[in-house]
Antibody, heavy 128, light 112 residues
């Protein structure tokens, strides 16, 4: 059964770079129809999409975070990595990785589908 | 881009039905049939319960159903059970000039 597991530091200092890894087990990361996303949830608040990557490296980022985010993939290790630069207290959140069902339509436009599997999430606090 | 609009809370008694609305715009819900719904219990990861507006993943109870009219999507839970008490989030593909995904602010369901 496919499982996703987030890992990384639980505490990051302001202005530094947050770096998290999502490891996929029990299945393939290199599936034609599946993409891999990062989503976060500040304490007591709602969900926010950060970005999505395909195993071949295509990336799609939230317009509001695009200037600070890089998502990369290592298919051989079945890992997806999130880097968020210049963090502040506003970036304190539980960070989830999720599998995404997405596709290109007949016009060549990319569409985000549902997030059908999620990791358990990892809490990251930004504080000095 | 603004979040989709959901009521902050809804409640119902066991056995009753409730509906949670999710209002968007012509740039998201109104254009694409890519609305999904997630159930989140406290301190747990979200769980997909509805995708593509009306479809249920394998293993999700048929007490959960989804629909859409114009720029508003809805999640209906029939035969409320105590374990349905959770937060519920809607989500939609939202492509303007750039690829985007937007979530609703979430709705707290209380089973009385």
């Amino acid at each position: 059964q496919l499982q996703l597991q987030e890992s990384g530091p639980g505490l990051v200092k302001p202005s530094e770079t947050l770096s998290l890894t999502c490891t996929v087990s029990g299945g393939s990361l290199s599936s034609n129809n599946h993409y891999w996303a990062w989503i976060r949830q500040p304490p007591g608040k709602g969900l926010e999409w950060i970005g999505t990557i395909y195993y071949r490296g295509s990336t799609y980022y939230s317009p509001s975070l695009k200037s600070r985010v890089t998502i990369s993939v290592d298919a051989s290790k079945k890992q997806v990595t999130l880097k968020l630069r210049s963090v502040s207290a506003a970036d304190t959140a539980v960070y989830y990785c999720a599998r995404e069902e997405s596709f290109y339509d007949n016009s060549g436009y990319f569409h985000h589908g549902a997030f059908d599997m999620w990791g358990q999430g990892t809490m990251v606090t930004v504080s000095s | 881009q603004s979040a989709l609009t959901q009521p902050a809370s809804v409640s119902g008694s066991p056995g009753q039905s409730i509906t949670i609305s999710c209002t968007g715009s012509s740039s998201d819900i109104g254009t694409y049939n890519l609305v999904s719904w997630y159930q989140q219990h406290p301190a747990k990861a979200p769980k997909l319960i509805i995708y593509d507006v009306t479809k249920r993943p394998s293993g999700v109870s048929d007490r959960f159903s989804g629909s859409k009219s114009g720029t508003t999507a809805s999640l209906t839970i029939s035969g409320l059970q105590a374990e349905d008490e959770a937060d519920y989030y809607c989500c939609s593909d939202a492509r303007q000039t750039l690829s985007n995904v937007i979530f609703g602010g979430g709705t707290k369901l209380t089973v009385l």
